[in-house]
């Protein structure tokens, strides 16, 4: 009997499996958005209405040197991480009480189809009549902000468990809370870690625009009270300075904490593909 050869795994350089990852296709997709703005900021040679991406760079420098604008964004992010929790909190319950009485279920429904579509910001007169000009107000319109699309994702998805792995759940004695725990929460995780991502979204871009709108005060204001103030003083380099750190804030945690977290949880549990 002739010998037959075992084909050869064909390998791909390892340069061009490197480049084939998604890191550096995104690198490569911010660098080619940074020359166009470049080029187009020499081209207008306008610093007062679009500064280049030098001069924003030297603007962001500056500013972190000053401590400035480090103060501002930990500010923000403190407000925004109190909301968004309170927020998820809250949605947690109410998809909870849905899930196990009908009552909860009308109530979510009709509370969602209210508030759902009520934009944050426009809720925050009256947040500033209730609590006054500071913190507080902003938790208030975080949480609403996070609350509605939290909670549908997650009753969205609790509605898509199939019935088997419902009926496994109730042969195995698991009923109240330890049945939406150890049933739905899993099954419907990827819906879920989807609500979580939106209502991310939203709180962050509902914090940045109150703060811009009325800011808490010139001394302890957040981020966008930082690119407000810059607007007011003319100092466009240091707008869009704070500008491009809401975006590396929102990279950051969508590339690291929520990819982190699918990688941990759905994908491992092969519920999404890599």
């Not at 390892?14 to 703005?37: E, K, M, Q, S, Y």
């Not at 470049?38 to 401590?67: C, F, H, K, Q």
């Amino acid at each position: 009997m002739s010998d037959i050869a075992a084909p050869k795994l064909v390998r791909a350089p390892a340069l061009r499996r490197v480049f084939d990852g998604t890191p550096w296709r995104r690198a490569v997709i911010l660098a080619g958005f940074a020359l166009i703005w470049e080029l187009y900021a020499r081209w207008l040679d306008n610093a007062l209405l679009l500064p280049t991406m030098g001069a924003t760079l030297s603007a962001l420098w500056a500013a972190i040197v000053s401590g400035e604008l480090p103060d501002r964004t930990l500010t923000s992010l403190r407000v925004l991480i109190t909301g968004y929790a309170l927020g998820v909190a809250v949605a947690a319950a109410l998809t909870t009480l849905a899930a196990l009485s009908r009552w909860g279920n009308e109530a979510l429904g009709l509370l969602t189809s209210m508030f759902n579509p009520l934009p944050a910001i426009a809720l925050l007169p009256v947040a500033l009549l209730w609590f006054g000009i500071g913190t507080p107000s902003l938790i208030f319109v975080l949480v609403h902000s996070v609350l509605w699309p939290v909670a549908l994702a997650c009753y969205g998805g609790f509605l898509a468990v199939p019935s088997t792995l419902r009926m496994a759940g109730r042969n195995l004695g698991l009923s109240g809370g330890r049945f939406v725990v150890e049933i739905l929460v899993p099954a419907a995780f990827p819906q879920i870690l989807s609500g979580l991502r939106i209502g991310w979204a939203f709180a962050w871009r509902t914090l940045i625009a109150a703060e811009l709108v009325f800011g808490v005060s010139a001394r302890s204001g957040g981020l966008g009270w930082f690119i407000y103030t810059s607007r007011a003083q003319l100092e466009t380099a240091s707008v869009f300075a704070g500008l491009l750190t809401v975006i590396l804030i929102g990279l950051i945690v969508e590339g690291v904490i929520f990819r982190t977290l699918t990688r941990i949880t759905v994908q491992r549990w092969g519920q999404e593909q890599a």
